[in-house]
């Protein structure tokens, strides 16, 4: 998602000046500068029509409104950006609080969600007509006829999203739950344009209420974001280059050094002279995270098992000082050009660019100290960007997309030495909010691999990831991992997960152990293979799909199947035997 391919055409507006703080710790004399910038958008601002209001929603309006006339100076616009970090964390702290807080109404009164914010126009619902629900039949009849009209799926959404709300009080007497659900998925995937799989899917992700503002968010596009290429830039003489050509802009905020939120432009910001140069990547915000969780250092060598276009790569090796080496990795070809012209672009001279399918790692090479998985995903994270995922991805894609996943995570693993005197350690993320590809591929790798662990990300921010998702039950040090939302941190969705490598348990074979045990000294063999291999024959229809969907792009005949792949009815197909 990183790359030339954002929409710059948006990027539209007046020339201004600005003085951003130092990146480093110079001392500047403050300024007053004859600057005023657009407020940030609250995060609710631009979404089309809101299905529910919700206390976040206010909260977010007010403080624009104390912000849009401050004017900037080099010390203020620090102070800018740790409220706006301040606003952003308050907001989600909020939007769990009433989270929970529905919840725990819910539970009192026997329902999964209390109606907090949904039973504003009390008992009737909205307008005075009395809400019924469609029973089936009267569904099918709708579908026939076509469909029914925007207004009323928006009615009838706000009405499930209030009963579910309180169901105890407000449901019609012998409907069951699961009939309001029904038709509130019906309702999102018609009014969303989504298929019926995946709004379901999405869907069940969230508390009722939570999961509209996740759908909104999908409708509205993320901020866009730069990154400074340390390598040949500093942040603030580029925001200054930047802004004498007419880019509004700020920085994103305190957990980053090296990022810019464009506003508005009078340029393209994909074809400025600073961009050509290879001062700045254009990159999603969501995307510097897993980087910052890696941490790689000078001197390192470090793998990128999934990398182009590189906008993770050129980060890495901005952070290494171009010293030690990047391995940068990516199976398609055709990608690897762009990652190419990027790491040239930028000037990094510590990467290495090679197209391997990562499941031939550590084969190729191992021995790294540090090495992240941007791992091939849905992107259930970035629809915002790509609405094509809102219809193409089916219940298979999922199966196949998280084995993949896992087989990729333990030859990412095994890549790892736990030998590194400043390293070892993997990230493994994805641009997907669905738990299949994030907690479910993690947990398999701690049941996998014994020898890993999952250690703190380190980033400032983020949900937990689940222990437990609808009854399955994962590693509780899976809370240690982070999920991020679109409606939560106006960011793409994202998922980060940190493991440290260490030394693979010393085991002892039968013979070794009756040795041992007469009094046999230094028997311990140290394991050198994977310990857990995959099993060539439980995965051989996997393996197989994969391979005809290759062959099939690649518009050759592909092999016939022996097996129909099992599609998991809620089990885990790569689950250890
Ligand atoms: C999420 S994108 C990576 C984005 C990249 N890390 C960045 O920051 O610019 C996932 C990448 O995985 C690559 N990929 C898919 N299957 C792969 C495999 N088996 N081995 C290695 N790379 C693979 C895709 O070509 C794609 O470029």
Redesign the pocket.
């Known amino acids: 998602m ?2 030339v391919e954002d929409d710059d055409d948006l990027l539209r507006g007046p020339t201004q000046e600005l003085e951003l703080g130092s990146d480093d710790d110079e001392e500047e004399e403050e300024e007053e500068l004859p600057v005023k910038l657009k407020s940030k958008k609250s995060k609710q601002a631009d979404r089309p029509l809101k299905i529910i209001p919700t206390a976040s929603d206010a909260s977010s309006e007010e403080s624009d409104d104390d912000n849009e006339d401050g004017r900037v100076t080099m010390k203020n616009i620090e102070a800018r950006s740790r409220a706006l970090d301040a606003k952003a964390a308050r907001e989600a702290e909020l939007d769990i609080e009433e989270m929970q807080q529905a919840a725990l109404a819910g539970e009192e009164s026997g329902d999964d969600f209390a109606d907090a914010d949904m039973d504003e126009e009390g008992e009737g619902g909205e307008g005075s007509e009395e809400f019924v629900l469609p029973t089936a039949e009267q569904r099918e009849e709708e579908k026939t006829r076509g469909g029914p009209d925007v207004h009323t799926v928006q009615r009838r959404m706000r009405e499930c999203v209030r009963v579910l709300g309180n169901f105890k009080r407000l449901a019609a007497k012998g409907r069951p739950r699961a009939e309001y659900i029904q038709q509130l998925i019906s309702d999102i995937a018609s009014y969303y344009g989504y298929n019926d799989f995946l709004a379901e899917k999405l869907f069940q992700l969230f508390p009722v209420a939570e999961a509209i503002e996740f759908f909104e968010a999908n409708e509205v596009p993320r901020p866009v974001t730069i990154r400074t290429n340390t390598l040949r830039a500093r942040r603030r003489d580029l925001a200054q280059a930047l802004i004498n050509r007419g880019v509004n802009l700020e920085p994103i905020g305190k957990w980053t050094n090296v990022g810019l939120q464009v506003f508005e432009s009078s340029v393209p910001i994909g074809a400025t002279p600073e961009y050509l140069a290879g001062h700045y990547m254009l990159q999603a915000a969501s ?1 510097f995270l897993p980087v910052i969780a890696l941490g790689p250092q000078p001197g390192e060598r470090v793998l ?10 050129t980060h890495m090796a901005a952070l290494m000082q171009n010293t030690g080496v990047v391995f940068a ?4 070809k055709a ?1 690897v050009k762009s990652l190419t012209a990027n790491v040239h672009r930028l000037g990094c001279k510590n990467v290495v660019v090679c197209s ?4 031939e790692f550590p084969k190729v090479i191992g021995g790294f100290d540090r090495v992240l998985l ?4 849905s992107g259930t994270g970035v629809i915002s960007k790509d609405a094509s995922v809102k219809t193409n991805k089916s219940e298979r894609d999922f199966t196949l997309l998280s084995h ?1 996943q896992k087989q ?1 995570i333990l030859c990412a693993i095994d890549s790892v030495t736990p030998d590194s005197k400043t390293g070892g350690y993997l990230v493994y993320s994805t ?1 997907s909010v669905t738990v299949d590809e994030n907690e479910a591929v993690v947990d398999y790798a701690l049941r996998k691999r014994p020898n890993v662990k999952l250690v703190e990300t380190g980033l400032e921010f983020g949900r937990p990831g689940y222990t437990s998702y609808r009854g399955k039950t994962f590693s509780d040090k899976l809370n240690l991992t982070r999920r991020f939302y679109p409606h939560v941190h106006n960011m793409d969705g994202f998922y980060v997960a940190k493991f440290k490598v260490e030394k693979r348990a010393k085991v002892k074979s039968d013979k070794e152990e009756t040795a041992a045990g007469a009094g046999g000294a230094d028997a311990d063999v140290e394991m050198n293979e994977p310990t857990f291999p995959f099993n060539e024959d439980e995965d051989r229809p996997y393996i197989e799909e994969n391979e005809r969907r290759r062959m099939k792009a690649k518009s050759r005949k592909a092999p016939p199947q022996t097996k129909p792949v099992p599609v998991a009815a809620g089990g885990d197909p790569a689950a250890p035997s």
Do not use: E, F, I, V
Not at 304 to 313: E, F, L, N, V, Y
Not at 356 to 359: A, I, K, N, V
Not at 374 to 377: F, G, I, L
């Open positions: 990183d790359g995307s990128d098992m999934a990398s182009a276009p590189g906008g993770k790569t990795n990516d199976a398609n990608r391997y399918d990562g499941r941007d791992a091939p995903c993949l990729l641009c």
